[in-house]
């Protein structure tokens, strides 16, 4: 097996992947929090570890990926109240949509998809287990964990106990110094209140439970304790995984993750964004505009770790990119072995997703690939580019194909393009991209050939 070293937080090294249990890996991703629908910055864990675990496959490894949903919390409280409707019928419509967002992504579903409202069991179990071993305490309704009681606080998110401050206070309208022994201490468990319109029984009275302790039950209930790798976004290091980790070594005396892997944000720059996408970018209009190969190709063009910039633009080069790989699919010979002194450009691809999962490194080896390919024109077989898009997710790609004449087959089509050309030429770019993503919904892309914009068959959809 090939090694393969993946940053890891708590170190802030590369570490060596050395799976709990041999040739298994299981790894948990933070999920989103279901008030509204999905952003393409949700949808950027969702995807990093997704692909991550296709690579583990890829590698021989037994991957088990978990990526919970967040459908008990203020924001989703929030959410309904302003709506005037049940906040347990609002999270389960957002769920669905998340569900059907992500499914276009086309990448599968994740093992398990445990609900914070489903697992309140292991959850009050949990904190029981805290409470009892003295890292915890019962205040007014509400449950705390007693943070200075954990020698290893602060030890993932590198900071100093007098540097830290949980955030907003979620423990409502008492001052927090009310119930709190300390202000460092988080809440595990939050007493009912006026307003709120679930609530789940527990020995310390009717509540909820807190978002943090959620993580730690139901990553043990699915993949135990001291497994591979604990996933998400960066801006969740602290306080999130910072209390995770708490959780699980005070109650357990474990690590709850060997490894710590955490996703740099998308930024929203330009200022052509928010008129265009908006500054945040629901993930079903991005898909609908650009499709799903361009997204993920645009989501696997940045380092997992570094940020990531979101604009028309990025989305075009990645939709580009795309293009270039379907152009070489049509000269190449599928089903059929590739040239033997091509498999260096694989190798390098693999090699850079083994170096902490650098999927820009790796696409570099691809292309290297294509342009080898595209220059030797005829007998070569197109298993090796196969096999490296798969684990990008992009091995279902097709080649374009060559239309004869558009217009026979679809005149309206050709009627728009001529539209979208005119409002381009009267710089009308609002105009021009309606039509192009009214193309797209009959099945055309638009490409900028010699002769000027032609009509391909859209891929992806
Ligand atoms: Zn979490």
Known sequence: MREIRLHDTRSDQLVQLRPRDTGRVGIYACGPTVYSRIHIGNARPYVVFSLLARFLAHEGYETTLVINI??????IYDAARAQSRPSAELAAEMTAHYMADTETLGLGRPDHEPLASRTMGPIVDHIAALVESGHAYPAGGDVYFRVRSDEGYGSLSHRRLDDMDQGEDESGPHPPAERKEDPLDFALWKAHKPGEDTVWESPWGPGRPGWHIECSAMAEQFLGIGFDIHGGGSDLVFPHHENEAAQTRAARGQELARVWMHNGMIQFTGEKMAKSVGNIA?????????????VVMYLASGHYRQPLAFSPSELDDADRRVHRIRDALRRLESDRPSPPDMAQHKQAFFAALAEDFNTPKALGSLFEWVREANRRETGVGDADL????????????TPVESVGDVAAIDPEAVALLEQRERARGERDFQTADRLRVQLRARGWEIRDGPAGPELIPAAGQ
Do not use: C, Q, S, W
Request: proline fraction near 3%.
């Open 282 to 294: 629901p993930l079903h209009e991005v898909i609908e505009r650009y499709g799903r190969d361009a």
């Open 70 to 75: 967040t459908d008990v919390n203020d924001k």
């Open 386 to 397: 196969r096999e490296m898009l798969d684990v990008l997710g992009l091995g279902e790609l």
